[in-house]
C-alpha cells in the first residue's frame, strides 16, 4: 500500500466514539468493507477513512489491530445498534 494507510471504523449512529481497524494490505482495504456491510445491522455505519485524525465526528476512536479482533467487535455492535 505504499505509505497511504486507509483505516476502517464501524460507528453506531447517535452514539459517541468508534472502533477503528488499520488494513495491514491492500486485499485487506477491498475485502474488509464488503463483508462488514454484510454483516452489519441497521444502526451500525461502516466508513473507509484515510486518516482519522480529521475526522472528529467520529472520535473517541478505538484502535483494533487484529481483523478477526475487529470483525467480532463490529459483530457485537450489531447486536447493540
Known sequence: ????KIYIIA???DK???IAYLCKTVNEARCLPGTLEALRADGVQIVILDDPDIYSEYAPYSYVNDMK???DKVSKMNRVA
Open 11 to 13: 460507528k453506531i449512529f
Open 69 to 71: 479482533e475487529f470483525i
Open 16 to 18: 459517541q466514539g468508534c
Open 1 to 4: 500500500m505504499g505509505d497511504k
